[in-house]
């Protein structure tokens, strides 16, 4: 099954506790990307990846960290999270980038105490 | 100014009206559209792509795009119950992709 898979589902933290959420797709798509979505601001993109070891700033990239060493692969890092961080957080993958339309993986609900 | 504007709603329709959901962008580079829909607690499923002006049918949804107003919409014909969740405009350019906060929409039966 073509699928965008992320984990934790939900994960529950302290300040300033290194954490990484990892994401994995099966599909060979180029494109990836993290989005945080929060209440009335709708998501908003964390980083994106063109291709492997191709990545980019999103519009909300501070606090946040990722690496594409593998075309399947896209972890997102938070070295030193902090409560404004808890949020419902989606990777994605298009095939094509802004050509095709994104896949969403389930989420990962953190929540920074 | 915001990238991508919805009304949030919510939009209430009787079960077996037309839904129409609006979506207004900035830039007019922009490349790409798509109306996604997402149940609560759950991740966005995507309904319909579109890239060039004009309708495009897809069942009993229809996305209209039009580029030199700087607007997409969503037509949901038949409307049903399981219909009801938050719809999101995506525009996509220069490798990024900006959503709206959404749209909920609520079918009454």
């Known amino acids: 099954e073509a699928q965008v898979t992320q984990n934790p589902r939900y994960l529950i933290t302290v300040t300033g506790k290194k954490l990484t959420v990892t994401c994995s797709q099966n599909m060979n798509h180029e494109y990836m990307s993290w989005y945080r979505q929060d209440p009335g601001l709708g998501l908003r993109q964390i980083y994106y990846s063109m291709n492997v070891e191709v990545t980019d700033k999103g519009d909300v990239p501070e606090g946040y960290k990722v690496s594409r060493k593998e075309k399947r692969n896209f972890p997102l890092i938070l070295e030193s999270p902090s409560p404004n961080q808890t949020s419902l957080y989606f990777c994605a993958s298009a095939s094509t980038g802004v050509y095709s339309p994104l896949h969403f993986g389930n989420g990962t609900r953190l929540t920074v105490t | 100014q915001k990238e991508v504007e919805q009304n949030s709603g919510p939009l209430s329709v009787p079960e077996g009206a037309i839904a129409s959901l609006n979506c207004t962008y900035s830039d007019r580079g922009s490349q790409s559209f798509f109306w996604y829909r997402q149940y609560s607690g759950k991740s966005p499923e995507l309904i319909m792509s579109i890239y060039s002006n004009g309708d495009k049918e897809d069942g009993r949804f229809t996305a209209q795009l039009n580029k030199a107003s700087q607007y997409v919409s969503l037509l949901i014909r038949d409307s049903q119950p399981s219909d009801s969740a938050t719809y999101l405009c995506?525009?996509?350019?220069?490798?990024?992709?900006?959503f709206g906060s959404g749209t909920k929409l609520n079918v009454k039966p």
């Open positions: 995506a525009v996509a350019n220069f490798n990024k992709f900006y």
